[in-house]
C-alpha cells in the first residue's frame, strides 16, 4: 500500500488550503503530521478507521478538518484560518491495525511522501 498526498502550496495568512491523501489499498487509522524546519514532526489530526472518531491538535482545533472517505481509500485535511505557524511539511500516514494511539507517529505503517504547505504573514 503505498500513500499519495496532494494539494498544499502557499497561501496567505487567514486563508484555506486543502490537503488530501490517497491509499492504493484499505488502511485503518489515518492521519497528518507535519515538520517545520528546525522542529520535530508533530501530530496535526487523526481519524479511526470507520473515520467516526477525530482527533485534532489544540494548535488546530476549530481551524483544521481531517475526514475519510473509505470507498475512495482517502483521507482529507481542510485546512482555514491558516497562520504563519502553520508553515510546514504535511505528511499523511496509515496503519494496518484497526486499535491505535493516533497521536503517536510511531503507531503508524505507512507515510507519504510529504507537501509543503508555505503560510505568508
Known amino acids: 500500500v503505498q500513500l499519495v498526498e496532494s494539494g498544499g502550496g502557499l497561501a496567505p495568512a487567514g486563508g484555506s488550503l486543502p490537503l488530501s491523501c490517497a491509499a492504493s489499498?484499505?488502511?485503518?487509522?489515518m492521519g497528518w503530521f507535519r515538520q517545520a524546519p528546525g522542529k520535530e514532526r508533530e501530530f496535526v489530526a487523526g481519524?479511526?478507521?470507520?473515520?467516526?472518531?477525530?482527533y485534532y491538535a489544540d494548535s488546530v482545533k476549530a481551524r483544521f478538518t481531517i475526514s475519510r472517505d473509505n470507498a475512495k481509500n482517502t483521507v482529507y485535511l481542510q485546512m482555514n484560518s491558516l497562520k504563519a505557524e502553520d508553515t510546514a511539511v504535511y505528511y499523511c500516514?496509515?496503519?494496518?491495525?484497526?486499535?491505535?494511539?493516533?497521536?503517536?507517529?510511531?503507531?503508524?505503517?505507512?507515510w507519504g511522501q510529504g507537501t509543503q504547505v508555505t503560510v505568508s504573514s
Open positions: 500516514a496509515a496503519a494496518r491495525r484497526l486499535y491505535i494511539n493516533v497521536v503517536a507517529s510511531t503507531e503508524y505503517d505507512l
Open positions: 489499498g484499505r488502511t485503518y487509522s
Open positions: 481519524t479511526t478507521g470507520t473515520g467516526g472518531r477525530t
